[in-house]
């Protein structure tokens, strides 16, 4: 049987494939700035802005980026309230429906399935106190499988970026 692949996507392989020091300073011109022109990446680089074109495609097509964001303020959102939840599962069998249930629910931003006595670490944003605790009561303790959790509250953030560190 023949090797299958998602059209106009390379194999892992390909995606893999070291990136030269000019790839590395568009991709941390664009952390910094997503909103910058081709023409501003090409100044910033020395790089012509079809040169440009050509390495942000080939970055895009090789899932080194993986798409375009806006970040937005939760605080002026009124989601005061930023919770990290480890969660215990009591068998292997019972996590896919409880990864099914958080992959539903726009509360939680990230779920990691972590080394420790612990199965999953959630980063939670809701409103206020209440609304999380309407969250874990009723949806995450609610699973199948679910025997405990375990909270951590954040008071301040002094640093919360999705930049990646890049060696430019």
Not at 63 to 88: E, M, S
Request: charged fraction near 25%.
């Amino acid at each position: 049987m023949g090797e299958w692949r998602v059209r106009n996507q390379p194999d892992l392989a390909a995606s893999i494939q070291p990136l030269d020091a000019t790839d590395l300073m568009i991709l941390d011109a664009l952390q910094r700035d997503g909103h910058l022109s081709h023409a501003e990446i090409g100044r910033l680089v020395g790089l012509a802005v079809s040169s440009v074109n050509e390495r942000i495609r080939k970055l895009v097509q090789r899932r080194v980026i993986q798409g375009w964001q806006v970040r937005l303020a939760p605080d002026r959102l009124g989601l005061d309230l930023l919770a990290f939840v480890y969660v215990l599962i009591d068998r292997p069998e019972n996590s896919p429906a409880f990864l099914d249930l958080v992959s539903q629910i726009p509360e939680v931003q990230e779920c990691h399935h972590v080394a420790s006595d612990w199965n999953f670490l959630l980063k939670v944003r809701v409103k206020n106190t209440a609304a999380f605790e309407a969250l874990l009561t009723n949806r995450l303790k609610a699973v199948p499988g679910v025997v405990r959790t375990h909270t951590v509250i954040t008071l301040s953030s002094h640093k919360d970026t999705p930049a990646l560190p890049l060696k430019c």
